[in-house]
């Protein structure tokens, strides 16, 4: 059998890379000699596990992490008549419209653009109805993918409505169904984005909304921005997974979670302080980060909901907060963090020394992790007292910060 014709990797209007295959399963990135030629060899262009090098390099593991996960990734597998470990395969069906500023294909992206087609109330609604078995509310002009096992749904802002991406076109919003396991799950994530952004670790849009009769949640994307023409500009961006080369779906699929093998808290902030303009302010914003995740209780904090922005070729920096759901309102959810803090697996456990020494284990100065996760703490309970949070949810992280607070209250703050 005949092998795939190479795919073109575009970012920002350049095609800076391309992809082969040996066969299913296997993925290789060779740089163009433009990209070669225009940045310091092992500069992060595309990624910080995937430095710039004349090198041909395997790069499953970062393609892979744009593709959906479990039963999710075998419906669009099925739909594209390809195997579930067939990535380059599946990228070139879906690869058009991923996470991140990237544009995978094997022609020219301006060539087709893509479309929009409009929703109306009863079209969205059998969408949404229909995503449990039509994951990704995939068509046969859907050239879209968004990594992840929740039942999504792709939209593009369009006036007061919503439209389909169609070919390519660049989404805008991602909508997620609450999992009927959990009642009031997207309520509660919502209002964690929103305290989220009331102490500037977030941004975009977030609202809830009824539609077929389930409960759902609609976010901006942080990785578009729609200019004043309606231009949806792509920004690039991977997950910690992507960026230190873990598979999420090593261990059985728990390759994204420290204990099996995922990203650790110390590896993350390596990366920032190697590649960020502005290091200092990279790891504090990551203890503040820390700080928020064990307020809220979100034991899902792992390598694939936390990301970085490659705001240059060679320069990232933290992503905003997404996923931020308050897990321990849910007993029968683990309390055990994603990412250990301080070595503590129990995020009821942690305190605010345990933030300061896991900072400092990062080379952060005691004195500015301190001052960085109390002010975080005090910004977050007075955003409680000013805000609309469901009173489960204020009574459940007030009493959190509380503790925390408390429990460090016996230190300098500096």
């Given amino acids: 059998m005949a092998r795939p014709e190479p795919l073109g990797v575009w970012l920002y209007g350049s095609r800076v890379a391309e992809l082969t295959t040996s066969g299913p399963g296997d993925v290789t990135l060779r740089y163009s000699d433009e990209t070669l030629g225009r940045w310091p060899r092992n500069t992060p262009v595309l990624s910080c596990s995937l430095p710039l090098t004349t090198r041909r390099q395997k790069a499953a593991v970062y393609f892979k992490g744009m593709l959906p996960e479990g039963r999710h990734l075998q419906a669009v597998a099925a739909q594209a008549k390809v195997s579930t470990i067939d990535i380059v395969g599946l990228l070139a069906r879906y690869g058009r419209d991923v996470a991140g500023a990237t544009v995978i294909s094997a022609t020219e992206p301006q060539d087709r653009p893509g479309r929009l087609e409009p929703y109306d109330p009863a079209s969205l609604a059998d969408e949404v109805a229909n995503l449990q078995d039509h994951p990704l509310g995939v068509h046969d002009d859907s050239e879209l ?177 997404y996923d931020t759901v308050p897990t321990v309102m849910w007993p029968s959810l683990p309390d055990r963090a994603a990412m250990r803090i301080n070595g503590k697996h129990k995020l009821s456990a942690v305190t605010l020394d345990d933030i300061v020494a896991e900072a400092a284990s990062w080379r952060l100065a005691p004195q500015a992790a301190r001052r960085t996760a109390t002010d975080t703490a005090e910004s977050l309970l007075a955003a409680l007292s000013a805000g609309d949070a469901p009173e489960a949810l204020t009574e459940m992280v007030r009493t959190r910060l509380r503790a925390l607070l408390a429990a460090g209250s016996g230190r300098a703050a500096g």
């Fill in 145 to 321: 993918s968004i990594a992840g096992l929740q039942n999504k749904l792709l939209l593009i802002a369009d006036g007061d409505g919503w439209g389909r991406p169609v070919g390519g076109r660049p989404s805008t919003h991602i909508l997620k169904v609450e999992d009927r396991r959990y009642p009031g799950l997207v309520t509660m994530e919502a209002a964690c984005l929103r305290l989220a952004q009331t102490v500037g670790l977030t941004s975009g849009d977030v609202a809830l909304q009824t539609i077929a009769g389930l409960p759902c949640i609609i976010v901006s994307r942080f990785d578009r921005c729609v200019e004043a023409d309606g231009t949806v500009a792509r920004i690039h961006q991977e997950d910690a997974c992507q960026a230190l080369g873990r598979d999420p779906e090593a261990s059985h699929g728990k390759g994204k979670y420290e204990a099996f093998g995922g990203p650790a808290l110390a590896e993350v902030a390596r990366v920032l302080d190697r590649w960020a303009a502005d290091p200092l302010s990279e790891l504090k914003r990551l203890v503040a980060v820390i700080t928020f995740t064990a307020a809220i209780g979100n034991a899902d904090a792992h390598g694939k909901n936390l990301s970085l922005l490659h705001t240059a070729p060679g320069q990232v920096s933290l992503a905003p907060l």
